[in-house]
């Protein structure tokens, strides 16, 4: 299974921006890029997904590096509530099982 | 409401007592999963199911057993729980397996919460 890099740990500030690195560079053609958060005492939820192109939906964008081997997601404007864990994971083909990682714990400072 | 449930969310019990986590789903999904998740280690997948009849293992199966017999229910049993097993248990599921189409979004029961004496 591809592995994924994340950082441990960011911080922002509320109403700025958010970038989240992800680094996939064992990547293969078929891999899908999603992303996960979990809030605190919370079961983790599905943020976006991606295969080549940027995405954008109504919680975030992903933006997808064009050889591939990084992907970031972008929450536009940070609001408290999105301080969490954030977990950027590859999907392959005929995958049936899912591996985390341990993901970036995203604070927000008011 | 679409959702994932999992029941006791919390329970104390001790070494070697059997135990059973519930898991039950109403959107239909044909595939469920269940991860424990522990400080510092994230979350691992311990069994997966791809449709009734179909467990297959995760990251960390030893001292767990599944089975799916209908749809809508995945139960995780612990026949002989050891303390290693105190852990943040949650269940997920989804319409199809996380590979088909790239584009399955898991959905997550609130956890349970075992701790094991």
């Known amino acids: 299974d591809a592995k994924t890099t994340q950082p441990n740990s960011m911080e922002s500030n509320e109403e700025e921006p958010v970038h989240l690195p992800c680094n996939h560079s064992t990547i293969s053609g078929t891999d899908y890029i999603h992303w996960y958060r979990q809030l605190p005492s919370q079961g983790p939820e599905y943020v976006i997904h991606g295969l080549t192109s940027n995405v954008n939906n109504r919680m975030a964008s992903l933006a997808i590096a064009e050889d591939r081997k990084s992907s970031t997601l972008i929450l536009h404007r940070a609001t408290l509530r999105d301080a969490a864990v954030y977990y950027c994971?590859?999907?392959?083909?005929?995958?049936?099982?899912?591996?985390f990682g341990k993901g970036t714990k995203l604070s927000v400072k008011p | 409401e679409a959702q994932v449930t999992q029941n006791p969310r919390y329970l104390i019990t001790v070494t070697g007592k059997k135990l059973t986590v519930t898991c039950s789903q109403n959107m239909n999904h044909e595939y469920m999963s269940w991860y424990r998740q522990d400080p510092g280690l994230g979350l691992r997948q311990i069994y997966y199911?791809?449709?009734?009849?179909?467990?297959d293992k995760g990251d960390v199966p030893e001292g767990y057993k599944v089975s799916r017999k209908e749809k809508r229910n995945f139960p995780l049993i612990l026949e002989s729980p050891s303390p290693n097993q105190t852990s943040l248990y949650f269940c997920?599921?989804?319409?199809?397996?996380?590979?088909?189409?790239?584009?399955?979004?898991?959905?997550f029961g609130d956890g349970t919460r075992l701790s094991i004496l």
């Open positions: 997920a599921s989804s319409l199809y397996f996380p590979g088909l189409g790239g584009n399955q979004p898991q959905h």
């Open positions: 994971i590859l999907i392959r083909g005929s995958q049936g099982n899912l591996i």
């Open positions: 199911s791809m449709n009734v009849e179909v467990t």
